[in-house]
C-alpha cells in the first residue's frame, strides 16, 4: 500500500512529468499539501527547467526544482506513463500513480485506474479512501487537473461521478474561476501567433480525414512559442466536421521529432503511439523519436492513419 512505503520514508521526492500539464501538476501538488502534514522531508521535483506561467495558479508550483535531490528514499511519480516521462535515472523505491492505459507499470507500487478521467482522480479517490481530508489548496488542485483531462468537461465521456469530484472539490474549496482564467483565459500573444500559423500551414490529407501540421525550430523562434502551445490548435482541429485525426510532427531543440496525436475515437492514439514506444489515452497520445527523420516519420504515420480508418 503507497501509505506503507510512505510511512517509512524519510525524503519523499513527488515527480510531475516532463513539460507537465495541469493534471501532473495538480495531482502532485495535492499530495504535496498532504504530506507537509507528516513533517516528513518533501522535494517537489520536475525535469523541465520552466513551468509554463498559465499554470503557476497551482499551489506549490514555485517549489518546483530540477535538481533530483540524491538522499531521496522514496519517490512518487504522478501521470507518468512511462519511466523515460521521469526525466531521471532514479533506482528507489517507486509509486506510480496514473490512468494512463499505456502505462508500463514502472513502479515498485503502480497505483493505476485506466478508467480515471486525470490522474486528479486516482489521487483523489485515493485521499476518500484512506480517509484523508482535503484542505482548500488540494482541492483546487484537484480540479485544474480534472478540468484540464476533461477539456473543461467537454469531453464526452464526463459521467455523474466526474460532475460529483467537481461538485465536491468546489464544495472543498476549489475556485473554478481561477483554474478557467488559469487554463483557458490566459493566452500568450506568441501561442496566438504560432496557432495561426500552424492554422495557415495546416495540410488535410486522406480526404480531408487527416490534419497534418509541422512544426520547427524556426516557426517558434519567430512566433516566440514553445512547443506545448502546439496542442491547442489539434484539439481544435480534431472538432472539423470532415476531420477524424489531427497529427503534429515537430522537430525537438535537443533532436529528434515529437509526435502529438488526437482522434475523434476513429484511430486508437495510445496504440498508434505505441508504435514509436510512446503512448496516451485514446484519443490523444504522443511518443518522442530520435532515430528516423521527419519526412520517413510523416509517411508512416499516413499509412498507419490510412489503415485504421479503412
Same mark, same amino acid.
Given at each position: ?60 508550483? +514555485?517549489?518546483? #526544482? /530540477?535538481?533530483?535531490?540524491?538522499? =531521496?528514499?522514496? &519517490?512518487?511519480?504522478? *501521470?507518468?506513463?512511462?519511466?523515460? $516521462? ?44 484512506? +480517509?484523508?481530508? #482535503? /484542505?482548500?489548496?488540494?482541492?483546487? =488542485?484537484?480540479? &485544474?487537473?480534472?478540468? *484540464?483531462?476533461?477539456?473543461?468537461? $467537454? ?156
Amino acid at each position: 500500500m503507497p501509505s506503507s512505503l510512505i510511512e517509512k520514508s524519510n525524503h519523499i521526492v513527488l515527480i510531475a512529468h516532463e513539460n507537465p500539464d495541469a493534471d501532473s501538476l495538480g495531482s502532485a501538488s495535492a499530495f504535496y499539501s498532504y504530506l507537509l502534514r507528516t513533517q516528513k522531508k518533501i522535494t517537489f521535483y520536475c525535469v523541465s527547467p520552466t513551468i509554463h506561467t498559465h499554470l503557476s495558479f497551482i499551489p506549490w508550483v +514555485d517549489k518546483i #526544482i /530540477n535538481r533530483f535531490p540524491m538522499d =531521496a528514499d522514496l &519517490a512518487i511519480s504522478f *501521470d507518468c506513463g512511462s519511466f523515460g $516521462r521521469l526525466g531521471v535515472d532514479y533506482e528507489g523505491k517507486l509509486i506510480n500513480f496514473d490512468h494512463h492505459i499505456s502505462n508500463d507499470q514502472y513502479g515498485t507500487l503502480n497505483c493505476i485506474d485506466t478508467s480515471a478521467m486525470s490522474t486528479t482522480q486516482v489521487i483523489y479517490e485515493w485521499f476518500i479512501g484512506q +480517509d484523508i481530508k #482535503i /484542505n482548500g489548496k488540494m482541492a483546487n =488542485a484537484l480540479y &485544474a487537473g480534472l478540468m *484540464d483531462d476533461t477539456k473543461c468537461f $467537454r469531453d464526452p465521456r464526463c459521467t455523474l461521478k466526474i460532475f460529483s469530484m467537481a461538485h465536491r472539490l468546489l464544495e472543498l474549496g476549489a475556485n473554478h474561476e481561477e483554474c478557467v482564467n488559469g487554463l483557458y483565459n490566459s493566452k500568450t500573444l506568441a501561442s496566438l501567433r504560432l496557432q495561426g500559423e500552424m492554422l495557415k500551414r495546416m495540410t488535410l490529407v486522406l480526404d480531408g480525414q487527416l490534419a497534418l501540421f509541422e512544426v520547427d525550430q524556426e516557426l517558434l523562434a519567430f512566433t516566440g512559442a514553445s512547443l506545448g502551445d502546439c496542442k491547442a490548435v489539434l484539439d481544435e482541429a480534431v472538432t472539423l466536421k470532415i476531420v477524424s485525426v489531427a497529427l503534429l510532427l515537430a522537430v525537438r531543440k535537443k533532436g529528434g521529432i515529437s509526435l502529438s496525436l488526437r482522434s475523434d475515437g476513429a484511430v486508437n492514439a495510445s496504440a498508434m503511439m505505441q508504435r514509436f514506444q510512446g503512448g496516451g489515452h485514446h484519443d490523444r497520445a504522443g511518443a518522442k523519436v530520435m532515430d528516423k527523420p521527419l519526412a520517413q516519420i510523416r509517411e508512416e504515420m499516413i499509412g498507419y492513419i490510412k489503415e485504421e480508418l479503412e
